[in-house]
């Protein structure tokens, strides 16, 4: 496997790597403590809902009291959790027994959040100053767009229309491991980019996201601001306007780079101007376990291996491309097929056929997604079947023996190199055999004995 | 029902529907006021929104003349404006039970009130509402919610919807939704502790109710995902007792029709229910195999 397995599970694993003192300043903001309760497996959340009203330390025992003996595991792994974010406070009693409590700041924003409710920064702008407020459909279509266009810039900058405002330093960043550049060649997508690609919409947001926040220290803006401001963001209500004089001036500069993403929309009224924010934005504090965000399908594969795309999108082609021929193009409609060649090319390329078809599984059709399977199974199979071909041959790096002096050596040697494990062959008429590099030494040191 | 591979679900995502017993005569007599009692479930409710963004809420009240749906997380009609120290959901169920309480006062029959005992609130009524929007979930949409009902009740049973509630509880039953029951009430609840006993529920009658809030949140606050590796409370006995269809009374023993089982405290010489005709009054002897003494 690649070694950058970009795989962005969620943000919380930052936040769970931040020091002590600043996490305490984030758990002051209720709704930061409500998305990290969000994103917490399920017995954990149990456990932080149970114990928000007890002041006082809890000891271990009493908690595990409640757990079956099937569920220990699953107790474990939600403890850690609670502990490594530091939303539970290990401790040690008089009796030298283990205790939890809540941290007091996580619990006090949290209590405060049950009972009073949360209230954003910013209210929502009245509907006579905003005009023209976009209807949510139109919303989501405009992010979907914006997100679109920003991967295809992401991934080819020649082939946009019209270039996204993100600055050229900071794309660089988000290339960084999604594309390489060898001297004056133009840059290819790395293996990771390739991954990147095949893998949805919320997927490819989180990845963004953390580059974008693990970039932030360089660019001299605080990594907990920033994480507090977006989980702000993804609690505002979808389709409302606020305004923009509500945001500090360091969180202006980010909403530009937001709105370049799809996150926020923003509007100019004729005194004021504001921003909207998309589903994009809200889909930030939802874990990526659940897949509520996924949009429908557009590509129908036939059994004999032609793929139809109904598309618009440059994106969905260009990702067509990395593994299929795209024959031609009509203006809702994509056709390719599927062929050894164009295949073998994403092979080269770090695409694995499990990718391919899953690509192709999820994003399947919706006629053809309610079949038992979406793409059928003898193309599915020949995928896997074309890939298993290209690891047909194995290297070994290995030495070969010959001219042995005698019989005796030769037999000798190659049970000095079994005992290794390490004899990859031998043909006893003619006294050769090769044995693997590792075990080179040993027999060599094993022969010049018998000299 | 559609096929259920192509819905989506995350472990621990829930539709709850939570029926809230609002009998004004079962409150004016209670320790407890309604007012203290809904601000501790008012918590436990919102609580349960701030678990998962995906989680839904449906409350329905049961009044002692009708039952009404006061709050929805998924209905659009909710965006009243949040007050400044409250939350959305606060204000929305607020204002809707008080149009509910007033709406059932006035379909209370003057005649009631004279004869001093309590009347019980319409939990069947409840019941079968919260089942036929959890019915409503399950056929449209792609989400599959794990739905669970929950009963806050602390009046005491009426005997005469034994039937209603029973059917209630088997259509719970056949469509896998737990019924949890929290009651409050003085005595143990009949009825309640077989709907959690028959639908894998939990029955849990709190012993103080100054701490409502943690035991809602410790028990009835878990999802159906992590119960599997919970010890939670059981019920140690269940009251299995039914009522007769004729006038409608907790019975101990009883006649039971052979052909439709109804159950009936005195003998008949024909089914109420289904019209069978039992055996000659006079013949003791034959009339014992038509109809069985129930334990």
Partial sequence: MPEVRIIAKNFM???????????????????ICEAILRSLPPLAKKYVLQQLHIDVPVAAKQLEEWVLPDGFSKHRVAIDRLVQLRVFVEAVDRKNEKTYKVTPTFQRSLQKLLVHGGTLPREPMASNITVRLPTLEDLEAWALEQWECFLLQLISSSQVEKPSNISSSLMKVFQRRLLSQRDRDAPKLTESGFQFLLMNTNAQLWYIIREYISNSEERGVDAADLISFMLEISFHVIGEAYNVNTLTNFQRNIIKDLADLGLVKLQQGRKESWFIPTKLATNLSVSLADSSSRKEGFVVVETNFRVYAYSTSKLHCEILRLFSRVEYQLPNLIVGAITKESLYNAFDNGITAEQIISFLQQNAHPRVAQRAPSVPENVTDQIRLWESDLNRVEMTESYYYDEFPSRDIFEGACDCAREWNGLLWEDSKKMHMVVKTEVHPYVRDYLRRQK | MPSAPSKLYADDVSLLVVTLDTNPFFWSTFSVSFSDFLSQVLAFLNSILLLSQLNQLVVIATGCNSCGYVYDSASSKNHAPPTASMPALYSNLLHNLEQFVARDQKLSKPDHDTQGIVPASLLSGALSMALCYIQRAFRSGSMHPQPRILCLQGSADGPEQYVAIMNAIFSAQRSTVPIDSCYIGSNNSAFLQQASYITGGIYYKPPQLDGLFQYLSTVFATDLHSRAFLRLPKSLGVDFRA?????????????????CLSIFCERHDKCSTCGSVFGQAKQDVTSANSKKRKA
């Fill in chain 2, 243 to 259: 009522s007769c269809f004729c006038h409608k009374q907790t019975i101990d023993m009883g006649y039971v029709c052979s052909v």
């Fill in chain 1, 13 to 31: 694993d930052m936040v769970a790597s931040m020091p002590a003192m600043k996490l305490d300043k984030l758990y002051e903001n209720g709704f």
